[in-house]
């Protein structure tokens, strides 16, 4: 399956070795590495990217998430060019970055007051710092199985094997991957998603230590894992009684599942909110904010006798609120909010991942296509998907196969990793979907059934 698209991305090849020389893996992220080389973009334009060999491919990857208008908006990009010729970054604030978070206080039902970030890595680390300064306590909680950026507090109970992870009614905590400290570890307490009993009781036990949980509204850490009926109001009503704050990572669902974000959608409100991807539509926004009460333990009792800048929770950084950023996601959530975006890709998500189930079932592979609105997964099994353990049923080096003839025959399919989602965007069409799906069935027909 690789040699198909091995023959037609020689100058990427080349490229490759080029670029190992400089970056491990020759990548400038450890997602974007895959057997037996990447390829390289050169160039975005709308539903598509086209590699430095000039092929085309019809993009669902959409940069894991960001791209919701399309590459290369117009309006955006206007808004970006005209950014560029009027400033750049000052240590002093700008008014296009304050324009920026009204319009994420004004969309967003949980966030009264917001930091700007650059990427959702930043916006979860400072967000688990708040919550811990407001609520004096510790420890955080949150799902196996998902990730919430890459600090070493988020990178817990992440990709974990079985043996590793123990009992599911009370999953260890481990690290993902090395160089991140055993106390660390100690501060995070992991649960499964999705099951109510073993959640509370993990929860009630911690509760004296537990300053928050972080959780994804619909778990795309793992694909697609959709929450069960009553399980967010569930935990919202747990940690208001237990005083733990509720952030919701909506970094992968804000502002795509909805203009107030995945909350708009489930009718449940956390204490605070992190985004970041479809915030900017391609450019680094990212964010966090929250309750006004909560938002406020940044802010330094100017009375304190002990230095001003650590007698509160810190949030500082020479990019925040970057101008360029902020005017390419005031644009950004200006479209969405006024424009037909969603009815336009969540009717389009659709009929991509309802086509997807329909044309594997006919191609004879046992699938399960999982998806909300314009974002979805597709599991190589037939298993029924709830949890981060259940999506190990499913066949990831069939996947891998499956996107790899769907490579080559010019549809990313989000990218080869079994983990990772895709999306539809607004430039997208019917007559794009009809293709995607009529190289989706070839792909699913070539892929060996065992
Ligand atoms: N949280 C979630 C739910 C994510 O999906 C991601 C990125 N995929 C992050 C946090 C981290 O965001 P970033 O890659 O911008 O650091």
Same mark, same amino acid.
């Given at each position: ?58 993009? &669902? ?226 964010? &966090? ?162």
């Amino acid at each position: 399956h690789a040699r198909l698209l091995e023959e037609k991305t020689s100058k990427s090849r080349e490229f490759h070795r080029r670029a190992s020389n400089v970056t491990p893996l020759g990548v400038e992220s450890n997602v974007r590495s895959f057997d037996p080389y990447p390829f390289y973009i050169e160039e975005t334009d709308g539903s598509y990217v086209y590699d430095m060999d000039d092929n085309e491919y019809l993009d &669902f990857l959409l940069a894991l998430g960001p791209i919701i208008l399309g590459h290369g908006h117009p309006e955006v990009k206007e808004a970006v060019k005209r950014q560029v010729e009027k400033s750049d970054l000052t240590a002093t604030p700008q008014p296009v970055a304050i324009e920026f978070m009204e319009k994420v206080c004004e969309m967003v039902p949980s966030i009264e007051s917001v930091r700007m970030a650059n990427s959702g890595t930043e916006a979860t680390m400072h967000a688990l710092r708040v919550a811990r300064s407001y609520t004096g306590k510790e420890k955080i909680a949150k799902p196996e199985g998902g990730y919430a950026g890459a600090h070493d507090y988020a990178l817990q109970s992440v990709y974990a094997s079985e043996e590793a992870l123990g009992p599911e009614e009370e999953p260890n905590t481990v690290s993902y991957g090395t160089g991140i400290p055993d106390a660390i570890s100690e501060t995070v307490v992991a649960f499964p998603f999705n099951d109510k009993e073993a959640t509370e009781r993990i929860l009630r036990k911690h509760a004296d230590d537990m300053a928050a949980v972080i959780i994804e509204p619909v778990m795309f850490s793992c694909g697609c894992l959709k929450p069960r009926d009553g399980y967010h109001e569930f935990l919202r009503e747990l940690t208001d009684e237990l005083d733990i704050v509720l952030i919701w990572d909506e970094v992968m669902t804000g502002f795509r599942l909805g203009p107030q974000s995945a909350q708009g959608r489930f009718g449940v409100t956390p204490d605070m909110t992190t985004f970041a991807k479809a915030a900017g539509a391609g450019y680094q926004v990212a964010g &966090f904010g929250g309750r006004r009460d909560i938002m406020e333990e940044i802010v330094p009792p100017k009375k304190k006798e002990a230095s001003k800048w650590n007698s509160s929770a810190f949030h500082g950084g020479t990019y925040n609120g970057h101008p360029v950023a902020a005017a390419a996601g005031l644009k950004t959530l200006e479209i969405l909010d006024e424009r037909d975006v969603y009815e336009h890709i969540d009717r389009l998500g659709d009929r991509l991942f309802n086509g997807l189930q329909e044309v594997a079932d006919d191609a004879g592979l046992a699938v399960n296509v999982e998806h909300i609105g314009s974002m979805g997964q597709v599991y190589m099994t037939d298993h029924d998907i709830h949890s981060y353990r259940d999506t190990w049923h499913a066949n990831t080096d069939q996947f891998a196969d499956w996107w790899l003839e769907a490579a080559a025959d010019g549809v990313l399919f989000g990218n080869p990793l079994q983990g990772e989602r895709f999306f539809t965007t607004y430039t997208h069409t019917d007559e794009q979907i009809d293709h995607a799906l009529e190289v989706a069935e070839d792909a699913f027909r070539a892929v060996d059934h065992q």
